[in-house]
């Protein structure tokens, strides 16, 4: 025989219990984001790898190395989306979004693919809830997001810690990633390996960094928080107001850095010590130059993405509504098949939860197994006209024929 198939590495399966808790996280940010006005929106599973090379940055550590890209037989070279907001963006440009009232707010829920090292909380395939507004350069935009995963994790009973940040213009930061270049070359020796690999393309990774000399070395770097040009600096002190007038902890983190090149102004991530060494739980930023690099005008953009597989497990038990069986169809005898089925099938079209005995077990079994399900009723069904009704709490059983046995349990609900 064979070896069994197993999953690729870094892979994983969602199985019925797993569904229930997600389902949870699900319902909880379809809740939170479209009661604050957000339409939820999905993109393809693949895009034209010039998305994410222009978008998130030929520099980055997922264009270099983390993306999963093929040539489909027409010679185009595609890629297994890495991450959410360059395919929205890339959405709103062609769809012609710019055209309804600004700003559009849109909401994701999605799986997304990188080739990186598996380990906790860390997976080759994950998911992801994502929210954006695109079209407004609003301080109150960037607070109002921050509130909203908040809310999400605290429905969540995630306790997160939340850390924020200003990247400033590029203007600001090309002039900070020279003066941070000058810095880490005057201390190449004592940085690692990696981060002197990173010192022409993408600098401000080096705070990223998990070398102990690296970090010693960080420590004592200039800040780009210090120097943010005027506008800037007002920009982020009313997102540090709007969020302390809503109550919301949070530190300022002049390190703080992503591993996505578009962002601008604010930077934010909640974290949760559940997680361990991957302890980002969610976050994101300002992106206003991203859509004009997409080749649309100009537009100011925020948001943000959540790991699903993360906020799981920081979240710990959720509350997960048992399955709701309100009638079991049992079976007693051979002739009577046509009879349950089409019973099965009404009660469903009534609104009910009903299921079908499918493995022909003896009547007894048939009834351990509704009991086992939670079944409220059990409807033993002997031909078209000769039913019994069970309940299954009380066990008082009635005879009624097939065609009654709906009514009979929609008149006990309505009196319930």
Not at 372 to 395: C, N, Q
Request: charged share 25%; proline share 6%; with cysteine.
């Amino acid at each position: 025989m064979s070896p069994a198939i197993q999953a690729p590495r870094g892979t994983f399966d969602v199985l019925p219990e797993d569904a229930a808790r997600r389902d949870v996280v699900e319902s909880n940010a379809r809740r939170i984001l479209t009661a604050a006005g957000y339409r939820r929106i999905e993109t393809p599973a693949f895009e034209a790898t010039e998305l994410f090379a222009r978008g998130v940055g030929e520099a980055t550590d997922i264009v270099q190395k983390e993306m999963y890209t093929f040539t489909d037989p027409g010679g185009r070279s595609l890629t297994l989306r890495p991450e959410g907001t360059a395919p929205v963006c890339r959405a709103y440009l062609e769809h012609g979004m710019h055209k309804l009232p600004q700003p559009v707010k849109l909401w994701y829920l999605s799986s997304f693919f990188r080739a990186e090292a598996p380990q906790r909380g860390r997976y080759r395939q994950f998911w992801q809830i994502g929210a954006e507004v695109i079209g407004s350069a609003r301080p109150e935009t960037d607070a109002e997001l921050i509130v909203l995963l908040h809310e999400l994790l605290e429905s969540l009973s995630i306790r997160a810690t939340l850390a924020i940040s200003s990247l400033g213009t590029p203007a600001t930061r090309a002039h900070y990633r020279e003066e941070l270049k000058d810095y880490l070359l005057a201390h190449r020796d004592e940085l690692s390996e990696e981060a002197r690999g990173r010192i022409e393309l993408n600098p401000m990774r080096a705070f990223d960094s998990v070398d102990p000399a690296t970090r010693a070395v960080m420590e004592r770097a200039p800040k780009l928080l210090d120097r943010l040009a005027p506008e800037d600096a007002e920009h982020f002190a009313e997102v540090r107001r709007l969020l302390d007038h809503a109550g919301l902890a949070y530190r300022v983190q002049p390190t703080l850095v992503r591993g996505l090149d578009y962002y601008t102004h604010t930077l934010f991530e909640f974290s949760s010590d559940a997680l361990g060494a991957q302890s980002g739980l969610g976050g994101g930023g300002r992106y206003d130059g991203l859509l004009e690099q997409l080749g649309g005008p100009p537009t100011p953009a925020c948001g943000w993405a959540a790991g699903v597989e993360r906020m799981l497990l920081a979240g710990g038990e959720l509350p997960i509504a048992p399955l709701l069986v309100d009638l079991y169809v049992a079976i007693a005898a051979d002739d009577a098949v046509a009879a349950a089925f089409q019973l099965a099938r009404d009660a469903r079209r009534a609104g009910l939860s009903a299921q079908l005995e499918l493995s022909r077990r003896t009547l007894r079994r048939q009834l351990a197994h509704a009991d086992r399900l939670g079944a409220r009723y059990v409807a033993i069904v002997a031909g078209e006209e000769r039913s019994s009704l069970k309940e299954m709490d009380g066990g008082e059983q009635q005879e009624l024929t097939t065609a009654e046995v709906i009514p009979a349990i929609l008149r006990a609900r309505a009196l319930a």
